[in-house]
């Protein structure tokens, strides 16, 4: 199946299937994915925050430090990669 020949809205159901079905995505997998997102602007909202931003390694509870944690007066959860050490900082409503 050709993914760039569909239409905006198979590309989104199929990116969507493919992270929930699989969880064990290797970096390429995520890097393609996300591209072709990109190629039909479409956003990925919560699925950015299952994958590293820097090395695109899938967050599992081994390969990442999580914290909760108060920067002036605001709550964020901050996840470290162990693969690259890179630190991901997202807020909490």
Excluded: H
Excluded at 70 to 83: L, S
Aim: one cysteine or more.
């Amino acid at each position: 199946m050709k993914l760039k020949k569909l239409s905006k809205k198979d590309i989104e159901d199929e990116v969507n299937k493919i992270f929930y079905k699989k969880s064990n995505l290797t970096p390429k997998d995520i890097k393609k994915l996300k591209k072709l997102a990109m190629s039909k602007t479409i956003k990925l909202r919560g699925l950015r925050k299952k994958f590293c931003k820097k090395c695109f390694n899938f967050f599992t509870p081994l390969k990442t430090e999580i914290r909760i944690k108060k920067q002036n007066k605001i709550p964020m959860k901050v996840i470290k990669c162990k693969n690259c050490g890179y630190v991901s900082r997202w807020r909490i409503k």
